[in-house]
């Protein structure tokens, strides 16, 4: 269980500062440490970013070095190169595992006890790399995964149905990229099952505006690059969420990426599949309902995260 009310942020991108500021706000920390490469960046960032506290509660925001990950409750790593225009998320993989290489061996060396939180890109391989060279409990360590993706879709089916997006219970499992798959087959909003909510809505074609409204997700992160060259604020707030689950104990279901062994005859590999998360990170998987043409995506899926990781050295 976690005592600390102390979090770290390693790396600080416009993710990890988009992070540090929704933290900021959540009321769940004492104390914010920033970590970057530069240092100035660092110092800036935390500078600007405690100015925000006369409007929030007290705290502490600093820029600091890897000793302050020793006594932290959760690690979030968002250190990484960011995904260009036309890159996909597992274009980054040998950029990232390199800076990997140089940041979790430095977090080990600190005897971590805390929740070591991934959400740099690629999100589940860098989830599995940390667990390789940090030598942590793989429960503590956990990846953002498809936190974001499922909160888009449920965003996108709010919009269809003009329904509160709260009310809409739909998942997004697999990887966090191109080979993510829609858990139609479990999808409802407060219990009602997809396709009869969206026939009391006036909506028929339930395969054209699935097949678009699953496009429209797995695209927008792309259309948000090409437009903005970067996505953050999403993130940010699904950093937010799964620190708030850990730190009050919330033993909530997200659908984080996490080593799986065993569910859907996946073993060994690290994806996202809906998970109870608490303070002592991944307590068990939740067996979701899938159909047969789901599972066999989302067993490829896995297969082709399994396919990069052999070709990583470690």
């Given at each position: 269980m976690i005592n600390s009310k102390?979090?770290?942020?390693?790396?600080?991108?416009?993710?990890?500062?988009?992070?540090?500021?929704?933290?900021?706000?959540?009321?769940?920390?004492?104390?914010?440490?920033?970590?970057?490469?530069?240092?100035?960046?660092?110092?800036?960032?935390?500078?600007?970013?405690?100015?925000?506290?006369?409007?929030?509660?007290?705290?502490?925001?600093?820029?600091?070095d890897y000793d302050d990950v020793a006594d932290a409750a959760i690690v979030v790593i968002s250190a990484g190169a960011g995904q260009k225009p036309g890159e996909t998320r597992l274009d980054l993989v040998n950029k990232n595992v390199a800076i990997f290489k140089s940041i979790i061996p430095e977090i080990a060396k600190r005897n971590f006890s805390g929740i070591m939180l991934v959400v740099a890109n690629p999100v589940d391989i860098l989830t599995q790399v940390a667990i390789k060279l940090?030598?942590?409990?793989?429960?503590?360590?956990?990846?953002?995964?498809?936190?974001?993706?499922?909160?888009?879709?449920?965003?996108?089916?709010?919009?269809?149905?003009?329904?509160?997006?709260?009310?809409?219970?739909?998942?997004?499992?697999?990887?966090?990229?191109?080979?993510?798959?829609?858990?139609?087959?479990?999808?409802?909003?407060?219990?009602?099952?997809?396709?009869?909510?969206?026939?009391?809505?006036?909506?028929?074609?339930?395969?054209?505006?699935?097949?678009?409204?699953?496009?429209?997700?797995?695209?927008?992160?792309?259309?948000?690059?090409?437009?903005?060259?970067?996505?953050?604020?999403g993130i940010a707030m699904s950093v937010k969420r799964i620190c708030e689950v850990i730190m009050r104990d919330e033993k909530s279901i997200l659908p984080v990426s996490h080593m799986i062994h065993g569910v859907y005859d996946i073993d060994g590999v690290s994806l996202s599949m809906p998970a109870i998360v608490g303070a002592d990170g991944i307590e068990s998987d939740i067996p979701i309902n899938l159909s047969g043409e789901e599972a066999l995506k989302l067993k490829e899926s896995a297969d082709s995260l399994k396919k990069i990781m052999e070709t990583i050295e470690l």
């Open positions: 102390k979090a770290v942020m390693i790396g600080c991108g416009f993710v990890g500062s988009a992070s540090v500021f929704a933290l900021m706000q959540s009321g769940l920390f004492t104390e914010i440490v920033l970590i970057d490469a530069d240092k100035n960046k660092a110092e800036g960032e935390a500078m600007d970013i405690s100015h925000c506290i006369p409007f929030a509660s007290p705290m502490k925001i600093y820029a600091g940090s030598g942590l409990p793989e429960n503590r360590v956990i990846g953002s995964g498809t936190v974001l993706d499922s909160a888009r879709l449920r965003y996108k089916l709010g919009e269809h149905l003009s329904v509160d997006s709260r009310s809409v219970h739909a998942f997004i499992v697999g990887e966090h990229g191109d080979s993510e798959v829609v858990a139609w087959s479990s999808a409802n909003v407060s219990g009602v099952p997809l396709s009869e909510m969206c026939e009391m809505r006036g909506h028929y074609k339930h395969k054209e505006n699935t097949a678009e409204i699953a496009t429209a997700v797995k695209n927008s992160a792309y259309e948000i690059i090409n437009k903005k060259h970067a996505t953050y604020y």
